[in-house]
């Protein structure tokens, strides 16, 4: 499969037909939005439009999302058509991430990710308090609040607890590194998560530890491809393990709605 066919096979498994827990999926005709059922930040993941309709179709999505008093991402890909679709939304008043890279991975079975037997020290995170672990994990490693993201771990987990895996690496009872990884409901895809670690604790070879937790049990379940939006600092690590970056992402956050 070459680099066309992949970003095809995304794009429809990924991003038109994408189905997350806790959202509703809503398909018009210009775009696919998923609207958060706890009251969460909204996105619309995928949109169809040209240079005649897109200012009217993103005005369109901020009253639409404004009447839910939703904020919203707006998630675009480097390929997404009109090619200035970044900069019109920066003239609504969105803001801006920075890029990062699409990196995708078919898994075979002679892959060496497959192949590392050397994962004693990586634990399967099951409960709400290891959940917290990785939230704590998150907050020392960004200084901000990951609170929402601790409580979307734990209901997912409760609700659909074949979709969503995590692992850490514990030193002496203190997570020092984690990840974890989304089953794409009716795709060949598994989406990889995290992959953060403490300063102290880095060099290790922990991340790519945490990568071949996934990459077993993706392969483990019939998910033969393995996607992740990389850092820069993780895409030269992802790449010698044998991802090929495709695109790349940015993340568009709407004006204010609350």
């Known amino acids: 499969m070459d680099k066309n066919e992949l970003v095809s096979l995304f794009h429809k498994e990924l991003r038109y037909e994408a189905q997350t827990p806790g959202y509703i999926r809503e398909e018009t005709e210009h775009v696919v939005r998923h609207i958060s059922e706890f009251g969460e930040s909204g996105f619309i993941i995928a ?14 999505e901020l009253n639409y999302f404004n009447n839910l008093k939703q904020d919203f991402e707006w998630k675009v890909y480097s390929y997404d058509k009109p090619d200035h679709l970044k900069e019109l939304l920066e003239q ?9 890279a699409l990196m995708v991975m078919k898994l075979a079975g002679t892959h060496t990710l497959l192949m590392d037997s050397q994962l004693l020290d990586v634990k399967e995170i099951t ?4 959940i917290q672990h990785i939230v704590d994990l998150e907050d020392a490693i960004w200084n901000e609040s990951h609170e929402e993201l601790g409580k979307r771990l734990w209901r997912d987990k409760q609700s659909s607890p074949d979709t969503l895996y995590l692992y850490g690496i514990y030193e002496e009872e203190q997570l020092v590194s984690a ?4 089953l794409e409901a009716n795709s060949s895809f598994a989406s990889l998560w995290g992959g953060s670690t403490l300063p102290l604790f880095r060099g290790k070879g922990y991340y790519t530890k945490l990568l071949a937790a996934r990459a077993q049990k993706a392969y483990e379940k019939g998910h033969p491809f393995l996607t992740v939006d990389a850092s820069p600092m993780s895409k030269p690590i992802l790449e010698k393990c044998g991802f090929d970056c495709l695109a790349y992402s940015y993340g568009y956050q709407s004006p204010d709605t609350k």
């Open 179 to 182: 990840a974890w990884m989304y």
């Open 127 to 130: 409960d709400e308090q290891g």
């Open 92 to 100: 609504e008043g969105f803001t801006g991430g920075e890029p990062e």
């Open 47 to 60: 949109s169809n439009v040209n240079n005649d309709n897109v200012k009217a179709v993103i005005k369109n």
